[in-house]
């Protein structure tokens, strides 16, 4: 595709001011079903940002071998766990999909190889929060997928392609949990808040100052780091998404952390707001 052409495809989205990015620690999918403290936190952050054009998300829950990027009209709602309530699956969320943005954001990936998908949809990392964020599911959006071959750097500077995309009014959405290891979960205290085990404080601490310092190397090459963060991040994929948002920082842009808590020993629902 020529840049000409690139440009008349973006030009489908008008320009606005730079959207801000958003990390959600997404928990739970019955955070989709039920009220907290969290889901309040999601829906006072969308308060503070101007109604995107469309949403581009990347989720914990979209792990493949390579890149992609849904390119369907109608994204279906996927249910992508088990083992809960019936009311839980019965949820849709009927947001549309873009195309045009799907085809924007694989020229944007160039050179890396970005297939269009036609058979993934919404799932549950991605629906779930932003059915919060926009209930009225008016928004488009399409998921960006995870390529587990890669390695964390190979993540983080791959986000910074997609910038341009926040001038064009695109909330790009990363959802995972920094803290998230489903093994170690105490299920006697699953909605216990501020809870946490003494490896999963020190972790949450470790990477709060990293993230309110600016200093992202050491999250990038968090696989060197201590062991309490080797607990806190078992396996990378509730984390990467992490990684893309920190990605599309631009110098002078402010960093906030919300829904920062530690929640049933292992997990944390902190969240965070970057513009």
Known sequence: MTLNNLDNIANQ??????????????????????????VQGFRNIAKTIQKPN???????????????????????????FGGFPKALFEVQYNAPGSPELAEVTQNLLAPTPVDLDHNWGLDHGAW???????????????????DYT???????????KLQKLR????????????VHNLRLVDFNNMNKV???????????DMVNKH?????????INYEKQSKTLQLAIPTPDHYLPLLYILGLQNKNE???LFNNHLLAGSLSMTSVKIG
């Open 150 to 160: 890669k390695p964390a750097q190979y993540h983080y500077e791959l986000a910074q």
């Open 194 to 204: 501020d809870y946490g085990y003494d490896w999963a404080q020190e972790a949450f």
């Open 254 to 256: 402010e960093l906030s």
């Open 54 to 80: 469309a949403i581009l998300c990347v989720s914990a829950h979209w792990f493949t071998n390579g890149t992609k990027v849904t390119a369907m009209n109608f994204p279906p709602t996927i249910h992508d």
């Open 167 to 178: 001038e064009r009014g695109i909330l790009i959405i990363g959802s995972g949990n920094i």
């Open 13 to 38: 989205f008008p320009r606005t001011e730079k959207m801000p990015v958003l990390f959600l620690g997404h928990g739970s999918p019955m955070n989709a079903i039920e009220e907290n403290q969290f």
């Open 211 to 219: 993230l309110l310092d600016g200093d992202y190397q050491p999250l």
């Open 128 to 146: 779930s929060v932003i059915k919060h964020l926009y209930p009225n599911a008016d928004i488009p959006v399409i998921q960006l997928s995870i």
